[in-house]
């Protein structure tokens, strides 16, 4: 009991059914259920020689199962976990909506590309090395079984969940973060380089690094408990669904990159020209908007999903709700921002309220499980105001971030992972395939916890931020320094060049009206190299 | 047994597993459970003397259920629950295109901005105050507990499922009815008052009037029955999911907006411009019809989750597909009205086609779970047409409705309420978190039950309509009388100078291409201050 | 338990508790598990008596299951089943934006208003007759019973879900089907022609043709059994979730179409002019890209939920981690073949990838059940190479198939179909409302299973291909006959009037911006026949 309390985890490893019965055991369960139910009295005399004391060690142990109820509550969390996989998966529709509508017009067609060259390359990647990497027994620091998904078990450690199931659901957030990492880095990096770096971060860093935190024996999931990372904290790393293992790692990548990169060609930074510099307006902000809203619809996947447990009732319900209400102050927070101290002041700004939605998820994404409606609220909200002041703050150290990943994904997941510490709300412990284990609360500073929670989530957040940045630096520097088409800068007339980043590495333009002269009334387009216009 | 007959119910009140049990009563589930399991003769022969006829009472109440089946079935109606809830805010990127789409492009910023903040708003009011009002206990008008959430169970009512998952399910559907209000009222309403009125409709308006029909003790809930309101009639309010609540109020108060607003400047209506009267076209068709489409898919959350039970699976599945036929024939009676009757006489017009869509959507909405599929046919049709006179009646009234709102929801859900009287089959009784109770089915006037059911819902959608419009219009005039910017209205200027709404509101347009001159063939811009066309 | 290894189908049909238990078995279950619960002396002594040896007959068959533990999975399978049909019929969402991105400007609203109309007219025709030509019991070639769905059971057959979701869920694949036949046929065809041919398809070319598959009684499914097609074969036809049933259909209805039709006016192919010819660029590709990847959301619907069964969760979890795969190695085939061989050789094609992830789904839809992620690798990636050559053989022979809808779904679903022979691993035999049945594993060539299942995939499918192509063609062609406006092809002054076919049968275009001289920067209009550019 002593232990369970120390170790941190995301669910419960005890008194798992479907993984604690051999199938000897399972037979007997099998045998004694029906017992219990023809209840003839020779079927009791026969039990009662057959399986003499035979669950006597777990006659105290609270919960125990049959056969029947453990496949049924397996297929309960496997649903729920699929469905949430699927939902997961559904962000990328969003986040290609977003980018692409932030973007502007000339490097559209580049982002939609990058953003389904990371979804193919990371699902090979992932079921080749990531996966084994991040979630596989090893040490503290890697997973070193399971590649290419050799040798596994059916079940996911102590989930009862299908390996597979846990494995396309891990893709999704993978995935995720891999599409992340493109943000800050629109519009001037070449295609191949985004190969290479992809492979990186999808392949090495965020499995590696994410092993750390959700790997069964990762260093930091396991801090704070006997023999251990750090033993006298007492405290383990939290992260529920991964405002630092996802999102954190997203934008420090992003950022390392941006820097790396150097701005657009052409970007002028507010600083320089107070009249016209700052972001290029987005070229098509219903596309950005409906991403937005699609991204909070796949959340719901994202953080409810990461329980793995439906037998969680109570905990998926409270996920769900807290989620929402840190999305919706998160996007007040921004557009109250915008309104006071925006460069739209007085006017209510669509980008910022977007932006500061989605800073709202990302911040709720670690503590989802363990904090009130409250402080869902109340965490929400001043990430709202951290996103805002994060895009001013990128701005002025001249870091061009077309679509504020750094500020949405970095520095709200930076946020939300330390808020834990703050708002935990003492209720709450660890969710698990039968239902929830509150035996051991976690408690933050505003509820009576002390700063105990609040250094474990410090150290561990800092940890991944500083490890993430200087593997990231380093990688993005040395695909600098490749030639030509390998470099992770495209040429300049690649960027500058009729038609853009679009022309030059897709040979296509995003979108095309070949229609002028051809009888649509008001199009304009291109005839012979002449301008046309169809009036008619 | 009589009363349960009369007191309609979205799901039976009895029964219930989860609430019945007492805590000592678990205590004593679980342990025989547990006794049923060892079966060995101790645990018989101890049982025997801690247990004498413990369950005696229960003993011929049908069905009983052990501790885990209770957990187990309360979960799945937990993720069918909160699946729902997902779908039905995954409506919300869909309302935007649609509304975006249909809008002209001066304005559609504006629409998406006042899409988030809707939602902003309504997560935290319905947390505050508008949960409370609606669904606690209090009177047959409003519930007077549970503000903020505090003092609220675990579980809401009898249903078995997390407060929490209830909570955000409801939020989904409020956030629904705050953005079918704003429908009506695109294009020249201020930010700032669409601010004050959707403060109004989601803290105040949707949940006091929804608890009249929803509420544990709304009025209209327990019309009927003995004690109650008209106990002569035999028969409650029914509204399965929300024709009435969530549209027909929309609707209504979409109404009361464009009434109190006038039309947008420059708007000039089919009866006094023959050959250039009616509505503008759409900004955006392929906008418009993927938000059409995205949100048949988000009702598939909003009809068959509110059963807030997968157990009904018969239930569920007859939602499903009664939803599914009656939105076909909708869209079918509509491309049939406009092929007759429309602009483009003798053509298939696809912006009354996704009308028809959505009316039959909203039609079904109310009876999807009591009638036949051959009744979801029919009566969608009917909606289809419904529709399409609504448009040109309020086009013939000079009520500027730029995307058809009050028809799609107004209309359609009042047609869908009162249809409930004329199709249900006399087959369906109440949903329940174990199961379906069909003991005291309803029937309509054409399967003969005569005009009761009818009345019944002619009198709750008519107290509905009634009221909702009396308090909306004076909500609406009283804003109309504050001045600028609170004042409902924007300023002429806001409305008709650069940009339109969004540059003035919002310092934004929704598209923008500033890369003409920067060498994307035929693109057209702006460069200091010329007309710019890149040829090359 | 031969005569079982003998009958290939997609759900085991043996021990379904549901169907097998009478009344008065269910009421015996129920008592016995109540007797199993009070477990009080009287009791036992009671039921010594009521049911002596009552359950001595199922002692040894393995598994049986209470009538609580039966309705409870049977709601887990609904509750995925629905699920699944939702996330199908979202696909609806992703093919209007696919093809509408993919097609010109001004065939854009007949794209998405034939959409709209194929999904309404399929409802009701599966409604009327589909499902019973196809799910009915009848003959080898047809079902003959459920018109109207008159006399349906409760229940569909042993998978224990309810009829009307079995409904629902099929209702969107024949809507899928239906959708994917608009493909080839895009910008040539006239709209009062897609009605009738629409009907043929809907509601009698795919449930008659789909019956042979998947009907009860099927001869393609029971073929190699005794008695039936082939008996000597020893195998039947397989297709999990309609690799052939859905799209090699869709895709052999659309190139009939497509040749029949001839090419779009004034396009003109790449072998007739090396420098202008091909394929015209896509109007617009954020949207088509969107769309793909809605499409592979709605995907995890289609594969695993055709399982029908959730509570075989490591086949859902399987099939939901082998669709990932496929598609991913999919995009990645078509863009290497795009950047080795393509029109912009050297650069990374986006609409090939797109098209390429679509090819990896449509081939992993049949063989997602028996493959190993290392086969959906693999089949996958010779998925994408095979759209890419697909494209450039239909370009060849001068068939205009504008959104490469013949490649995509009819050459990657028959590769996909027979891919299965080659691939299936041996490991996995059906799956079954309450689990899988392995005890008759499907094994490919590469397996060492020989060819036997290669064979019976190749006949299944070469059947379907010449069945559907032989009386689609003749379909086609008489419709070709039709006076107009019922003729199959549009009058040429529709498609290459002002405005397009858009204006011409819909009276309608796809973006309409009314703006320009009301003072939108930027923006270009016509106003009284002339151009006008707003430039403050």
Known sequence: MLLRKLIPSRYQRASVPHVALTKAEKWRFGLTVFGGKILGLVAVLFLMKVLPNMLVGKAYAGDTFTAHETNIMNSINTVWTLVAAFLVFGMQAGFVMLEAGFARTRETVNVLMECILDTCLCGVLFWAIGYAFMF????????????????????????????????????????????????????????????????????????????????????????????????????????????????????????????????????????????????????????????????????????????????????????????????????????????????????????????????????????????????????????????????????????????????????????????????????????????????APVAGLFYGGGTAVLKAQLIGNLTIVVATFAVAYTMMWVIRLLPHPWNLRVEAHGETGPGGLDAFEHGASAYNDPEAGNGVPGSVGVKDGELVLELS
Chains 1, 2, 3 share one sequence.
Not at 173 to 189: E, N
Not at 352 to 375: K, Q
């Open 136 to 439: 596989s027994h090893g040490n503290g620091f890697i997973g070193t079984h399971w590649f290419f998904l050799m040798g596994a078990p059916d079940t996911y450690e102590a989930t009862g969940i299908p390996l597979l199931a846990h494995w396309i659901f891990q893709f999704a957030f993978a995935d995720t973060c891999s599409t992340i990492t493109s943000g800050a880095m629109i519009g001037r990096t070449s295609f191949r380089g985004d190969i290479l770096y992809s492979i990186g971060v999808t392949g090495f860093i965020y499995p590696i690094i994410g092993h750390w935190a959700w790997g069964p024996d990762g260093f930091l999931a396991l801090m704070g408990s006997a023999g251990n990372f750090l033993p006298s904290l007492g405290q383990g790393f939290r992260d529920f669904a991964g405002s630092t293992v996802v999102h954190t790692i997203g934008g420090v990548v992003s950022l390392a990159g941006a820097m790396v990169l150097g701005p657009r060609i052409g970007r002028v930074f507010a600083r320089d020209d107070k009249k016209n510099g700052g972001l290029p307006p987005a070229h098509n902000l219903p596309l950005a908007a409906v991403g937005g809203f699609l991204l909070w619809f796949g959340w719901y996947g994202f953080n409810p999903g990461s329980s793995l447990s439906a037998m969680d009732a109570q905990g998926i319900g409270r996920i769900a709700a807290n989620t929402t209400l840190a999305a919706c102050t998160g996007g007040f927070g921004a557009m109250l921002a915008a309104l006071w101290w925006g460069p739209t002041k007085g006017k209510f700004d669509l980008a910022f309220s977007i932006n500061g939605m989605l800073a709202g998820l990302v911040a709720i994404t670690c503590p989802c499980y363990w904090v009130s409606p409250l402080g869902a609220i109340l965490l929400g909200f001043v990430a709202g105001f951290i996103v805002f002041a994060g895009v001013y703050l990128f701005e002025w150290f001249r870091i061009d971030d077309p679509v504020g990943a750094v500020s949405v994904h970095g520095l709200a997941g930076i946020w939300g992972t330390i808020s834990l510490g703050f708002f935990a709300s003492g209720q709450y412990g660890a969710t698990g395939p039968t239902g929830a284990d509150n035996s």
